[in-house]
């Protein structure tokens, strides 16, 4: 179930976005950032990253461990609720297909997204279910 939750959060991250300024003249990977730049890091991005990730556009809920998980983020902002977030998804999913063994998710090509660019997540499943 650990695995599955970890593919879940790579494959289509909650927090697709973070913003970050430069608090002084700095180079990363080869890209100078001038002190006071505001910088829009791609998470979602990041988690398909095809250097971290095997083919990365696939949904495997074998996939083994790899690369620096990102999706609750990293350094000193890393979240401070993550070990909890974990802890509540596999509890909410295990026990769900524990009481539900043959629920199943139909239309999910037809899902409604919320318009939103950083925070992602669908407005409901309740019509797919
Ligand atoms: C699936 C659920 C969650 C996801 C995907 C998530 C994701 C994130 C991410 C990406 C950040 C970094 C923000 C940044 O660097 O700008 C963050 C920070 C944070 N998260 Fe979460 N989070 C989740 C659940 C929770 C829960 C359950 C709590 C508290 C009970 C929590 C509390 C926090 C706090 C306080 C921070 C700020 C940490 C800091 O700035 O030092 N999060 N979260």
């Excluded at 250097?51 to 983020?73: C, H, S, V």
């Excluded at 993550?82 to 769900?96: D, G, K, P, W």
Aim: glycine content about 6%.
């Amino acid at each position: 179930m650990t695995s599955a939750i970890y593919e879940c959060m790579r494959y289509d991250s909650s927090v697709q976005a973070l913003q970050r300024v430069a608090l002084e003249d700095l180079e990363v990977a080869g890209i100078q950032f001038k002190k006071g730049t505001l910088v829009l890091l791609s998470l979602g991005s990041a988690n398909r990253d095809p250097e971290q990730y095997d083919d990365p556009d696939t949904f495997n809920i074998e996939r083994p461990e790899t690369g620096m998980p990102l999706w609750f983020a990293a350094g000193i902002h890393y979240c401070i609720g993550a070990r909890l977030a974990m802890l509540e998804m596999e509890t909410a999913v295990s026990t769900l297909l524990r009481r539900f063994p043959t629920l199943r998710l139909t239309n999910l090509d037809s899902l409604e997204y919320q318009p939103r660019n950083v925070m992602r997540g669908v407005k409901s499943i309740m019509a797919s279910l």
